[in-house]
């Protein structure tokens, strides 16, 4: 079994920065790839960002890209969200999850087997 545990969301202003963290525990972690998803109050969970785990590809939501970036640190077991220039439509829980097949689009919810238990990120203006 996969633990993620999601940390670094809070309160900011509009136009602040915020950098998330996603530290993965337990068995071996070798996914296929990781991914950040956000769910706003009323709102159905959707795609934030997410890349393969061993190379390729970085993908974002329109709405974030230039703003916000994906990285990982494979020492650590770690995937970190630096989100700059928020805004208030950012306002979220913010979910990590990992997968581990290479079946299935990595920028849907239901391609990931384990998720976080999520971060508050709240934007003031």
């Known amino acids: 079994q996969v633990q993620l545990v999601e940390s670094g969301g809070g309160l900011v202003q509009a136009g602040g920065s915020l950098r998330l963290s996603c530290a993965a525990s337990?068995?071996?972690?070798?996914?296929?790839?990781m991914g950040w998803f956000r769910q706003a109050p009323g709102k159905e969970r959707e795609f934030v960002a997410c890349?393969?785990?061993?190379?390729?590809?970085?993908y974002y939501t329109n709405s974030v890209k230039g703003r916000f970036t994906i990285s990982r640190d494979n020492a650590q077991n770690t995937v970190y969200l630096q989100m700059n220039s928020l805004k208030l439509d950012d306002t979220a829980v913010y979910y990590c999850?990992?997968?581990?097949?290479?079946?299935?689009?990595?920028?849907?919810?239901?391609?990931?087997?384990?998720w976080g238990q999520g971060t508050q990120v709240t934007v003031s203006s």
């Open positions: 999850a990992a997968g581990e097949t290479d079946y299935g689009s990595i920028r849907l919810p239901n391609y990931y087997n384990y």
């Open positions: 337990g068995r071996t972690f070798n996914p296929y790839a």
């Open positions: 890349f393969k785990w061993n190379g390729g590809n970085t």
